[in-house]
């Protein structure tokens, strides 16, 4: 079946920096695209961007450039997201979603259990 | 930028309520919505996807409609599991989600 396990929650100080990993399995992970979802706490859904799979391409949503960074392990398929210069505000859950990059629907189908980071002195 | 409004923001019903859901896009994005449920702790579950496609193992009580700018999704009859926030989500261009609808027990 299915599965997009994420790595276990973080605490950091701010300034620093975190990476978040996503491992997939039950399915070819080079056949689907991961995208990156920002939760902050009591708030609603934000799309970070997405990486290409087959050619590590990612793209960047708005506000997410700079210190946000997708990579890709195809050897162990797994995504990463980390986060540089961490501030306050980075404090939130991260999810990864997977879309089939073949279906013009673009739909998230399967999402990583989150990764909750908490950035505080 | 895209842009996703859904309303009610909240809304309480009872276990049995007929309820439905808004979402309004700032363009015309065809049928690209997507509908997530999620409920507290957990990541977001894919619904209805392409405006009105049921996703496989959900329950046939939730529907969707809708293309262009606006969009429903119905819950035929409440049941207690589906007390959760409900987001809508554009794939038009890029994805941009709704601020969500929090259905609670009245």
């Known amino acids: 079946q299915v599965q997009l396990v994420q790595s276990g929650s973080e605490l950091k100080k701010p300034g620093a920096s975190v990476k978040v990993s996503c491992k997939a399995s039950g399915y070819t992970f080079t056949s689907y695209a991961m995208n990156w979802v920002r939760q902050a706490p009591g708030q609603g859904l934000e799309w970070m961007g997405w990486?290409?799979?087959?050619?590590?391409?990612?793209t960047y949503a708005q506000g997410f450039t700079g210190r946000f960074v997708f990579s890709l392990d195809t050897s162990v398929s797994t995504a990463y997201l980390q986060i540089s210069s961490l501030k306050a505000e980075d404090t939130a859950v991260y999810y990864c979603?997977?879309?089939?990059?073949?279906?013009?629907?673009?739909?998230?189908?399967?999402w990583g259990q989150g990764t909750l980071v908490t950035v505080s002195s | 930028d895209i842009q996703m409004t859904q309303s009610p923001s909240s809304l309480s019903a009872s276990v049995g309520d007929r309820v439905t859901i808004t979402c309004r896009a700032s363009?015309?994005?065809?049928?690209?919505l997507n509908w997530y449920q999620q409920k507290p702790g957990k990541a977001p579950k894919l619904l209805i996807y392409?405006?009105?496609s049921l996703q496989s193992g959900v329950p046939s009580r939730f529907s969707g409609s809708g293309s262009g700018t606006d969009f429903t999704l119905t819950i035929s009859s409440l049941q207690p599991e589906d007390f959760a926030t409900y987001y809508c989500?554009?794939?038009?261009?890029?994805?941009?989600f709704g601020q969500g609808t929090k259905l609670e027990i009245k």
């Open positions: 990486i290409n799979t087959n050619t590590g391409n990612p």
């Open positions: 392409a405006a009105s």
């Open positions: 989500q554009q794939s038009y261009t890029l994805y941009t």
């Open positions: 979603a997977r879309i089939d990059e073949g279906s013009p629907t673009r739909e998230f189908d399967y």
């Open positions: 363009q015309s994005i065809s049928s690209y």
